[in-house]
Structure formats: C-alpha cells, structure tokens
C-alpha cells in the first residue's frame, strides 16, 4: 500500500519545498500531493492537488504532511485540524540544510536550503526556517515562529511563538543570563539589525531596529 506524503498549501512556499521533500522521500510506494481548497487545478507541477476531505479520505499505509502555509496563525489551525485527524507530521530538512545533533527540534519543521541549526538549539513546533538562515548556539525558537531567507540569528536569543523574522535581518548574540528576546507575535522588518530585546506584538525596522509607527493619515 502506498505512503502519501503531502505539502499542505500549493501556494509560493509550498511549490518551493515540495522538491526537497520529493528528493528526501522519493521511493516507488510513496505519492506525493498538494492539500489546498483554494486553489481548483488538478496538478501544480506536475504534483496532484488535492482538497483537505479528498486527502484524508484516501486510502493509504500512511499520510504524513508538513504545512507550507505563511501566516503562523493558520498554520497553528491547519495542524490542530491534522493532528485531531491522526495526520502524522514530517520533519523536512533539505539535503543540504544542517542540523547539528545538539539541536532539538519539535515536529513540523521547515528547514530549507543552505539553512544551519547549529549547537544546542531548540526549535519549537511547525517553525518555518527558510534559505540560507542561522541560528547560533544557546538559541530557542518557539512554536509557529517563521525565518525568511538570510536570517542571522546569533547566540543566547529567545524567539517566542508566532514571532515573524523578514529576510535579512540580523539578531545581535544575547548571553546565557541576559539572552536577547523578541517576543511573541513580534515581526522583524527586512534587513534589520536588532540590538536588543523586542517587546510582544510590535514592528520593528531599521538599523538599529526601532519599533514602526505608521504616520498618521
């Protein structure tokens, strides 16, 4: 019987990793597939597309997912709805991502391309850490946290669930009794150099960051 592994959203995100996962699981019983209800055509890259129902209906060995979708919020919904369904989450680490053994990660984890995971790290649950990021030693990421592309986050820092990194942006190395904490739900513009810690919810921007407050229209 077949083992059906499947990216859940065929939107950007998910077109992007479906190769890595297809280079990491390609074996002659397992069939690989979109779950998206937004999107109506059959096939996206040559990869069938399926609706939620349709997939949990299919017969099957086994049915893992890894959820593609960007907004964290969702995510956390997408996986309640899996996990009460029994739909086993992957783990997928591009072939060319490292992980070092000291680091713990949760279930659910996006590691991409050229990304490194280095010593004693902790990444919580249904992360998002994308090309070419780092997260140095003494790290910890929580739950629904997403890294675009090219984060450098440095040592001794706390990144709290649904935090939001945008490309580029540089976290400055905390210590072991004063780590640097970018708190939950915050969002980090592109490019920006963090310094210090970042209060819950806000936007930051800029180099030093500071926190954005849009001009009054």
Request: charged content about 20%; hydrophobic content about 45%.
């Amino acid at each position: 019987m077949t083992h059906i592994y499947a990216v859940y959203s065929a939107g950007g995100f998910g077109r992007e990793i479906m190769p890595a996962l297809q280079a990491n699981y390609r074996a002659n019983d397992v069939e690989f597939v979109f779950v998206d209800d937004n999107i109506q055509d059959e096939q996206v890259n040559g990869v069938a597309v399926l609706t939620y129902e349709r997939f949990t209906a299919m017969s099957a060995e086994s049915k893992k997912i890894v959820i593609a979708v960007a907004d964290s919020k969702i995510r956390e919904k997408l996986a309640d709805k899996c996990e009460k369904d029994g739909i086993q989450f992957i783990n997928l680490i591009a072939n060319n991502a490292i992980a070092y053994e000291q680091a713990e990660v949760q279930e659910g984890l996006v590691l991409f391309v050229y990304a490194l995971l280095t010593v004693n790290v902790k990444v919580g649950k249904h992360c998002h850490i994308s090309a070419y990021s780092y997260i140095g030693h003494d790290c910890t990421i929580g739950d629904f946290v997403t890294f675009a592309p090219r984060v450098s986050c440095n040592g001794n820092v706390v990144i709290e669930d649904h935090a939001y990194i945008g490309t580029g942006a540089i976290i400055k190395q905390g210590t072991a009794e004063k780590p640097v904490v970018i708190g939950r739900g915050a969002v980090i513009g592109m490019g920006a150099v963090v310094t210090k810690s970042v209060p819950a919810g806000v936007t930051v921007v800029g180099n030093p960051a500071r926190i954005f407050e849009p001009k009054a229209s």
